[in-house]
């Protein structure tokens, strides 16, 4: 299977922790993204790295990526009650153009 | 400035009827792309289409499944004599050109056969 994995699975905090994520995939990769996906709602893309930037930020994310381990994190500060969400990382393959998605992490941020 | 819309958002049909699945790229946009999330897991890539053209379907079932993207209209996901592993969230994304690097989702369809 191509599709990457994230892991944890589930993660469960308090608001106002920080929350990190992890992501690995299998192929040469052009770019990877992220995105935050509601309960029973469409996807929300969050932010894209390439593969030749090492970190980034956007707002509370920061996003780092390791091609030499493929792999990546997304690490959200000072969380929200409204973070709760399932979060995918995609790939998109050297010459392609679909998505490859992680199996995701389904995020609860507690009052 | 619509984005990409899907209807139905959601869809009931018994096993063995027909499921046509409609999405509307946003205004503009010539590539779309379909994928489909069983229950707890990530979106899994079907079909790449640009207008009039499929440009890959290697993850489209051989049987039952079709996709189409006419130079008028909507793109239609047709699933043909459903079955109960059919049920899913069934998502469109579509995007300006090839090689874009950023796929916009509509909100997606969820099939339940019963």
């Known amino acids: 299977s191509q599709q990457g994995e994230e892991d944890p699975q589930a993660l469960s905090i308090q608001e106002g922790e920080n929350a990190t994520m992890n992501c690995s995939y299998k192929?040469?990769?052009?770019?990877l993204q992220w995105y935050r996906q509601n309960s029973g709602r469409g996807l929300v893309h969050l932010i894209l790295?390439?593969?030749?930037?090492r970190e980034k930020h956007s707002g509370r994310l920061r996003v780092t990526l390791d091609t030499s381990k493929k792999s990546s994190s997304l690490l959200i500060t000072a969380s929200r009650a409204a973070d709760t969400a399932s979060y995918f990382c995609?790939?998109?393959?050297?010459?392609?153009?679909?998505?490859?998605f992680g199996t995701g992490t389904r995020l609860q941020v507690f009052p | 400035n619509a984005g990409v819309m899907q209807n139905p958002r959601h869809l009931v049909r018994r096993r063995g009827q027909e499921a046509r699945l409609r999405c509307s790229p946003v205004?503009?946009?010539?590539?779309v792309y379909w994928y489909r999330q069983l229950p707890e897991e990530g979106l899994k890539f079907m079909v790449y289409?640009?207008?009039?053209?499929?440009?890959?379907e290697s993850g489209m079932p051989k049987e039952r499944f079709s996709a189409e993207f006419p130079k008028e209209g909507p793109s239609i996901l047709r699933i043909q004599q459903v079955v109960r592993g059919d049920s899913a969230a069934y998502f469109c994304?579509?995007?300006?050109?090839?090689?874009?690097?950023?796929?916009?989702f509509g909100p997606g369809t969820r099939l339940l056969v019963l």
């Open positions: 994304a579509s995007s300006p050109g090839q090689r874009m690097e950023t796929q916009y």
């Open positions: 192929t040469s990769i052009n770019n």
């Open positions: 790295i390439r593969s030749n930037e």
């Open positions: 995609a790939t998109d393959a050297l010459s392609t153009d679909k998505l490859i």
């Open positions: 205004k503009g946009h010539s590539h």
């Open positions: 289409l640009q207008k009039e053209n499929i440009i890959d």
